[in-house]
C-alpha cells in the first residue's frame, strides 16, 4: 500500500515545483540557473595562479552575490535558486579575493625584506 503512495508524493511535488511562481515555465528558474555557470568558472579558477586573478572580476562577483542574496530574500515569491546561486557567487569570490590579497602582501612583505 505505501508503495502506491510514494509515486503520487512525487508526482504531486513535481507539479507544484512546476507550477511554482518561480519554477521551470518562467525566467526566474531560469536566470539563476544559468548564472551558476559564473560560479561554476570561479570554482575553476581555484586551480589559477592567484597574481592572474582580477581584483575588479572579484570584487564584482562578491558585490553580486551578496547583494542578490539578500534581494532573493525579500521578493515574493521566495527564489531560493536565485538566493543558493548568490551565497555561492558570494562564497566564491570572497575565496578569490583572499587568495589574490595573500599573494599580493605577501610577496611584498618578501619584496620589502630583501
Same mark, same amino acid.
Given at each position: 500500500m505505501g508503495r502506491t503512495k510514494t509515486p503520487l508524493?512525487?508526482?504531486?511535488?513535481?507539479? &507544484?515545483?512546476w507550477n511554482h511562481p518561480a519554477g521551470?515555465?518562467?525566467i526566474h528558474f531560469w536566470a539563476p540557473t544559468f548564472k551558476w555557470?559564473?560560479?561554476? &568558472?570561479?570554482? &575553476?579558477?581555484f586551480s589559477k595562479p592567484p597574481e592572474k586573478l582580477s581584483y575588479p572580476q572579484q570584487i &564584482?562577483?562578491?558585490?553580486?552575490?551578496l547583494i542578490w542574496s539578500r534581494y532573493s530574500t525579500v521578493i515574493t515569491p521566495k527564489n531560493w535558486n536565485l538566493f543558493s546561486v548568490?551565497? /555561492?557567487?558570494?562564497?566564491?569570490?570572497?575565496?578569490q579575493l583572499s587568495r589574490k590579497l595573500r599573494h599580493d602582501y605577501s610577496s611584498?612583505? /618578501? /619584496?620589502?625584506?630583501?
Open positions: 508524493m512525487a508526482a504531486a511535488k513535481l507539479q &507544484a515545483l521551470p515555465k518562467t555557470g559564473i560560479s561554476i &568558472a570561479n570554482i &575553476a579558477d &564584482a562577483v562578491t558585490a553580486t552575490g548568490n551565497v /555561492a557567487m558570494a562564497g566564491t569570490g570572497l575565496y611584498e612583505a /618578501a /619584496a620589502a625584506k630583501e
